[in-house]
């Protein structure tokens, strides 16, 4: 049988979700332990045996927690060393992908990023990886050992197999060459109030809201419908809104029960992080924008009237 | 200072992709130089304002690339090396960090400057690489940076705001579009990037064994697509239209 190890990535000590819905998928595709580094690492080993996990690495040096990419890259390619597993899984987020482009390097393996799905085929693994504006997706097969996928968040549903892992302390000494980006501050300047990729109504904006100053207008609808406001790339490059917002590719993977698009054109960078949302409706001026093509209710007109229209009747719904 | 800022031509953001018979991206389209690479120029150009030094451009891919380069040498960069070689067409991330490195290693930087991901693949995957195979630390998604001395300092964007970062040089930092707005090129700096040297080199310039390629596309096939439901023009009822698409997925 396949040893899968999945790199269980923990922010502020819990377990980001995307590592549990990679779990969920090992577990189809062989035995699975994971390793978790840092403050948290043995609460984490509990969740991450309940999610399928046999045996669960960790360490909860500081080290892991304060410096970039290399005390992690060293922990892995040790472990590596020591269980030879034949899939490594991470997340496609940007703290994972920092120690996955590390390790794949010092390893000289394969790897495949932006997955969003991973099989076994012929003793090796494939994954499946959308490209050209998400509408081609790619079998790619890994030849070098080991493989190294890394999979979009959301690409599948996190679920309980009610198992226990053995927790086993790893032996790594985060060598002093390793601590180099040290991470000396952290800076808290926006809280959500709704956490965009928990919203059961995402209403993101682009372009086509005309700048900055329009964006309380969604902020009014989003609360009104009791959902989160998220922006394309091209906004949150432009400045108007800061990347926390980001949805697509390089941003945040939401699938919400309605996602509402206003003034985004439907870039491949955007829609792959939105298109598994159950409805889509779009607002857009114009009606050959590749968002209304994927549109469950496309309507052509001007975004800063229909806006604060739509929040106004939602509130007297509401309240009627 | 020493500035290596690593660029890439990429189809123009602005065009519309067409695929090639191979289900590769055709590279026939109009090219520009990476949109996050200007900004890694710009950085590179500010610092080396600041601090003095040099900033070189390094780039992989075809001949007509060096329109890339020369587009950051017309910003004020002082020269170009780029790596062409037939060998490479379709070249991974990994033996795009090998070769990069490589010819970076030659130039031995102070800081070695990247986007923090392209604009044609937004994968992100070879700054880290390529930090790994230079031996550098990586400070990254750098929204700001400062450099002091021997010392490089960023502020690193996350998802809630910053964290500070800090490193001893040499380092390999990723910046994020928030860092620098692009200058643009003056007609003095396009007359000058012409007379600047742009060398070129191939793989076996830079020794690098291009090995066995570690993934193989074995299929490609037509994502499932979402079938377009209506599109209406707003007469003044599109609203009550949308609240009974919102009632009827049963969040209002």
Known sequence: ?320 | MKIVVTVKQVPDPNSTLTLEADNTISREKEVVLDPGDECGVEEGLQLKEAHGGEVVLVSMGPERARDAIRKGLSMGADRGVLISDAELAGADALLTAKVLAAAIKKEQPDLVICATESYDGSTGMVPPMLAELLGLPQLTFAKKVEVDGSTVKVHRQTADGYQVVEAVTPALITVTAAIAEPRYASLKGIMAARSKEIKQVSVADLGVDKGAPAETIEGVVDAEVRKAGEVIEDDGHAVEKIVQVLAAAKVL
């Not at chain 1, 190890?5 to 779990?23: D, F, I, N, R």
């Not at chain 1, 000494?173 to 959500?192: C, F, K, N």
């Not at chain 1, 607002?283 to 739509?310: F, R, S």
């Open chain 1, 1 to 320: 049988m396949a040893s899968i190890l999945v790199y269980a990535e923990l922010s502020q000590g819990k377990v980001a979700s995307t590592s549990l819905e990679l779990m969920t998928k090992a577990r189809e595709l062989g035995d699975v332990y994971a390793v978790a580094l840092g403050t948290g690492a043995k609460a984490a080993a509990a969740v991450l045996g309940k999610h399928g996990a046999k045996v669960v690495h960790v360490s909860e040096d500081g080290a892991f927690d304060d410096y970039i990419a290399e005390p992690a890259t060293d922990a892995l390619a040790a472990l590596y060393q020591q269980q030879k597993p034949d899939l490594i899984l991470f997340g496609f987020t940007s703290d994972s992908r920092e120690v996955a482009g590390r390790l794949a390097a010092r390893l000289d393996a394969g790897l495949i990023s932006n997955a969003s799905d991973v099989s076994a085929s012929g003793g090796g693994f494939v994954a499946k990886v959308p490209y050209f504006g998400g509408s081609k997706i790619a079998s790619m097969k890994a030849n070098a050992k080991p493989a190294i996928v890394l999979v979009r968040p959301k690409s599948f549903e996190a679920s309980e197999s009610g198992g226990a892992a053995q927790v086993k302390q790893l032996d790594v000494a985060v060598a002093a060459e390793s601590r180099r980006a040290h991470i000396t501050e952290r800076v808290v300047e926006a809280s959500e109030k709704v956490k965009l990729e928990e919203a059961r109504i995402v209403i993101s904006g682009g372009r086509g809201m005309g700048g900055p100053q329009n964006f309380p207008l969604l902020d009014e609808l989003a609360s009104a419908l009791g959902g989160a406001v998220g922006a394309s790339r091209a906004v949150v490059d432009a400045g108007w809104v800061p990347y926390s917002m980001q949805v697509g590719q390089t941003g945040k993977s939401v699938r919400p029960g309605v996602y509402i698009a206003v003034g985004i054109s439907g870039a491949m960078q955007h829609t792959v992080g939105m298109k598994t949302s159950k409805v889509i409706i779009a607002i857009n001026k114009d009606a050959e924008a590749p968002i209304m093509k994927m549109a469950d209710l496309g309507v052509v007109g001007d975004a800063l009237k229909i806006v604060p229209a739509l929040t106004a009747a939602v509130k007297a719904k509401k309240h009627g």
